[in-house]
Each structure stands twice: as structure tokens, then as C-alpha cells.
């Protein structure tokens, strides 16, 4: 069985912080690229962060414009997880947070806006920012 569940969103005030996890059974994380999107309502989906494999690549992160200096990425091969540690979270952060594990490009670094190209995705986790 192949599966991705993420966890930890909630609801936080802005210029808080929250860290999303996101475990896989099934596979192991460290030789696929696993990203972060995620999707507002009435938007479309977008690529947030990505991480490269650390099996058969380089294991660099990547992020949007939008959340570079708040957003980390990082994967803890060990616990078979990947994390996304969100600070200085504001409004436009309000959304659907899924991970998706890429089978075919260990280097996300030319994919992380192209949602099709994942092939295993995690259910989502609401993350809300509101006073």
C-alpha cells in the first residue's frame, strides 16, 4: 500500500507558525522528490516548496517567490517523513496544503509548478490564518 498523509495544519494567527508533516508508507521518501502545494479557494493549485531526493540526487529545496525566508523544507529520511515549517504566516497563506511524491524526476527543480507531474498525493491539511 503507497500512501502519503499529511498532518499538523490548524488554525493560527498571523505572523504565526505552524509545521505541516507529511509521512509516507509504502516507499521510501529518500528516492523520490516530494513537494508542497497547495490550493485556496476558487484558485488553482500552486507549487510552494519541493525538496530533490537524497538517494539518486543532491536532496536541494526549492521555493515560490511568495514564501522564500518563511518556508522550510526538510526531510528526515530516518522517520520516513518530509516537513514544511512555515513562519510569519499572513492571510494569503489560507489554504489546502498537500505533499506529492514525484516517481520519475528525483530533481524537482524544473517541476515544482507542474502539479501533473507528481504522482502520489497525500489527502491535504487545512492551514487557516485569521485574527
Known amino acids: 500500500q503507497v500512501l502519503l498523509v499529511e498532518s499538523g495544519g490548524g488554525l493560527v494567527q498571523p505572523g504565526g507558525s505552524l509545521r505541516l508533516s507529511c509521512a509516507a508508507s509504502?516507499?521510501?521518501?529518500?528516492?523520490?522528490?516530494i513537494a508542497w502545494f497547495r490550493q485556496a479557494l476558487g484558485t488553482e493549485r500552486e507549487g510552494v516548496s519541493c525538496v530533490s531526493s537524497t538517494g539518486n540526487s543532491d536532496g536541494r529545496t526549492y521555493y515560490a517567490d511568495s514564501v522564500k525566508g518563511r518556508f522550510t523544507i526538510s526531510r528526515d529520511n530516518a522517520k520516513n517523513t518530509v516537513y514544511l515549517q512555515m513562519d510569519s504566516l499572513n492571510h494569503e497563506d489560507t489554504a489546502v496544503y498537500y505533499c506529492?511524491?514525484?516517481?520519475?524526476?528525483?530533481?524537482?527543480?524544473?517541476?515544482?509548478?507542474?502539479?501533473?507531474?507528481?504522482?502520489?498525493w497525500g489527502q491535504g491539511t487545512q492551514v487557516t490564518v485569521s485574527s
Open positions: 506529492a511524491a514525484d516517481a520519475e524526476h528525483y530533481d524537482c527543480s524544473g517541476y515544482l509548478s507542474v502539479p501533473s507531474e507528481y504522482d502520489y
Open positions: 509504502g516507499f521510501g521518501l529518500d528516492y523520490y522528490a
